[in-house]
């Protein structure tokens, strides 16, 4: 029993290590997505357990979901390593910050859900991010048209 404790064990370490890797590092800023991962989840959960709504393909759907995140967060890091080297990292971090909030918006609905009040302060903020967010999306230019060959030799 012992040893498969310590095989158990060591496979998670080695799967932390690689996620670790994979994702840029394991540092404030992951953790605390991490935890608003597992609070999201968790409300969500409460929430649809107090509507009567619980049921596993939703559940499921919910950590593929949380998954997925983790993978963005992956693949923002390593392309702006490619684009920036070490600067790339702000693009993880940019990220991070995205998911984040996104999280925290979906814990303070699923507390109302649930008939819990939020502190208003709370609400303001993520009135006030949602505000900003949507202000620096309008200041992004649109996509412009790859140029068409216009010199068409007959």
Known sequence: ????????????????????????GWDLSMQALGVLVVFDYITGMSA???????????????????????????????????????????????????????ELISIIENVSRMGIPVPDILVRTIENVKNREKKVQEDIPPPTEPPTNQNKSA
């Open 48 to 102: 649809s357990i107090h509507e009567g709504k619980l049921n596993s393909h939703t559940g499921y759907k919910g950590i593929m979901k949380k998954v997925v995140i983790f993978i963005v967060v992956g693949a923002a890091y390593w392309v702006g390593k490619l684009a920036m080297g070490d600067g790339g990292k702000y693009l993880r971090d940019g990220t991070i910050v995205f998911y984040a909030v996104n």
């Open 1 to 24: 029993m012992l040893e498969m404790d310590k095989f158990y064990a060591g496979f998670v370490f080695v799967i932390g290590v690689i996620g670790s890797y994979l994702l840029g």
